[in-house]
């Protein structure tokens, strides 16, 4: 069995099994979060050659400090012109390392929730009329829970729509200061020009912008 803690546990390995306490609550934890499988275990990231290296200390502090950040409603907009360069393991990272604070202090429900904006527009547009009961409970939770990833904030078609949504979701959130980790290709500047000041203003206002710098990192 493959455990999602095996990294840091302190248990003897031979002992692992699908039972135990903690793997049971971080794996209620990973699947209510929707975090893609790939990202749920360690994710080493490292600046390589010293590029980034100010981003990636940056990004390790709020990981360390994730509790309080959580508690304080302070966010993070990461972002880089390359893909693939770690922005989302970033994120993904965060969110882990803050359900493994909270793994033995957590009623589970709306704790955190990753979603990937492009196609969870698309489902929000087909499910707009046909009101399906399991992406109600994802709207739900992207209004409630207390650390939501909005993965590539930018790459979607803009219209009135996507605005007018983008708009409820952000200003929900940050109006009950609960803390959201955006990641984009695009400059604060450029998201400003894509999304408009409504939009951007909440998101930079209530985030700690972060800008990674490096090329793509999925093939080292």
């Known amino acids: 069995m493959k455990c999602y803690a095996s990294d840091y546990c302190q248990k003897d390995k031979s002992s ?4 135990c306490g903690g793997y049971r609550v971080l794996r209620a ?23 980034d290296l100010e ?16 508690d304080e409603g302070r966010g993070l ?5 390359s893909t693939g360069n770690g922005k989302t393991s970033w994120a993904c990272k965060i969110m882990s390392y803050f359900f493994r ?17 492009p196609t969870f527009l698309e489902d929000l547009r087909d499910n707009y009329d046909n009101k399906d009961p399991e992406f109600d409970e994802v709207l739900r939770m992207i209004k409630t829970c207390r650390l939501l990833i909005i993965d590539d904030i930018g790459a979607e078609r803009v219209t009135d729509w996507v ?21 984009s290709n695009l400059s604060p500047e450029e998201l400003r020009g894509e999304l408009g000041d409504r939009i951007a203003s909440r998101v930079l206002g209530s985030s700690q912008v972060v800008e990674i710098t490096s090329g793509d990192r999925r093939g080292l």
């Open 16 to 19: 692992c099994s699908d039972v």
């Open 29 to 51: 934890l990973y699947n209510l979060s929707r975090i893609p499988e790939r990202y749920r275990y360690t994710i080493a990231l490292k600046p390589e050659n010293g590029e």
């Open 55 to 70: 981003a990636f200390t940056k990004l390790d502090n709020y990981k360390n400090d994730v509790l309080s950040m959580v």
């Open 77 to 81: 907009y990461i972002w880089g012109k």
């Open 101 to 117: 604070k909270i793994a033995f202090n957590t009623g589970l429900e709306n704790e955190g929730l990753y979603i990937f904006l």
């Open 163 to 183: 605005r007018e949504r983008m708009v409820s979701i952000i200003n929900t959130r940050v109006s009950n200061n609960l803390t959201t980790i955006y990641t």
